[in-house]
Nanobody, 120 residues
Framework: QVQLVESGGGLVQAGGSLRLSCAAS????????MGWYRQAPGKQRELVAG???????NYADSVKGRFTISRDNAKNTVYLQMNSLKPEDTAVYYC??????????????WGQGTQVTVSS
């Protein structure tokens, strides 16, 4: 019953900004790490940014200084603020979360993906 719903993707001009949101709902006991991945056509899915339950973050080198990941634990939501967007940021962005439900152990869940297109 756990579901991750993403929003905020779209078309933006190079140099512009977008803010992605991903809200988790369902039978959630606790959420561990959350992150954003992206996949461009013909390429592997890659980690863009991650954040632990305690707020520690990590970023892909290609987005450092431009993207910021954050989370609101009260809302079970993770965000990705994307600034100074470049055409090479164009991809489908996926939210991921490690979630413990009423069954012992962590399960990773994925959002449905949201398209981000950056025009030049």
């Amino acid at each position: 019953q756990v579901q991750l719903v993403e929003s905020g993707g779209g078309l933006v001009q190079a140099g512009g900004s977008l803010r992605l949101s991903c809200a988790a709902s369902g039978s959630i006991f606790t959420i561990n790490a959350m992150g954003w991945y992206r996949q461009a056509p013909g390429k592997q899915r890659e980690l863009v940014a991650g954040i632990t339950s305690g707020g520690s973050t990590n970023y892909a080198d290609s987005v450092k200084g431009r993207f910021t990941i954050s989370r609101d634990n009260a809302k079970n939501t993770v965000y990705l603020q994307m600034n100074s967007l470049k055409p090479e940021d164009t991809a489908v962005y996926y939210c991921n979360a490690g979630i413990v439900t009423w069954v012992p152990g962590e399960t990773n869940y994925w959002g449905q993906g949201t398209q981000v297109t950056v025009s030049s």
